[in-house]
């Protein structure tokens, strides 16, 4: 299998089939990433993002990739979540620090956004 392309039009090697079939598993992946339970505490937790072009609607246009990042008290690092918005301003955040099912917040924690 060589993948020659990566806009979706034709991949040398692989099927139409096959790509949907791979699509769906990686859906699947990336729902149970999304969907895990953390199990804290976190005494640190890094927000950060970047910008990058993605196509919408037939046009480029600047989209942020951010990324929360853990330590946890033994030292090892965990990914707790990314997500694609429009900026990573304070309110693109503020559903991650303070969702409704409390993913991040843990008492006596504070986080400057």
């Known amino acids: 299998?060589?993948?020659?392309?990566?806009?979706?039009?034709?991949i040398e090697g692989i099927s139409k089939s096959q790509v949907s079939r791979l699509c769906g598993e990686l859906d699947q992946?990336?729902?149970?990433?999304?969907t895990r339970r953390l199990d804290g505490p976190y005494p640190y937790v890094w927000l950060d993002?970047?910008?990058?072009?993605?196509?919408?609607?037939?046009?480029?246009?600047?989209?942020?990739?951010?990324?929360?990042?853990?330590?946890?008290?033994?030292?090892?690092?965990?990914?707790l979540g990314l997500d694609v918005g429009p900026s990573e301003s304070g309110a693109f955040w503020l559903p991650y620090v303070y969702p409704?099912?409390?993913?991040?917040?843990?008492?006596?924690?504070?986080?400057?956004?």
Do not use: L, P, W
Request: with cysteine; glycine share 8%.
């Open 49 to 79: 993002g970047t910008f990058v072009k993605v196509r919408e609607h037939g046009r480029a246009v600047s989209q942020a990739i951010v990324i929360a990042i853990a330590v946890m008290a033994n030292g090892e690092r965990e990914v």
């Open 1 to 10: 299998m060589r993948g020659t392309r990566t806009d979706g039009r034709r």
């Open 100 to 113: 409704e099912s409390h993913v991040f917040v843990y008492e006596n924690a504070s986080c400057n956004v």
């Open 29 to 34: 992946a990336v729902e149970r990433f999304r």
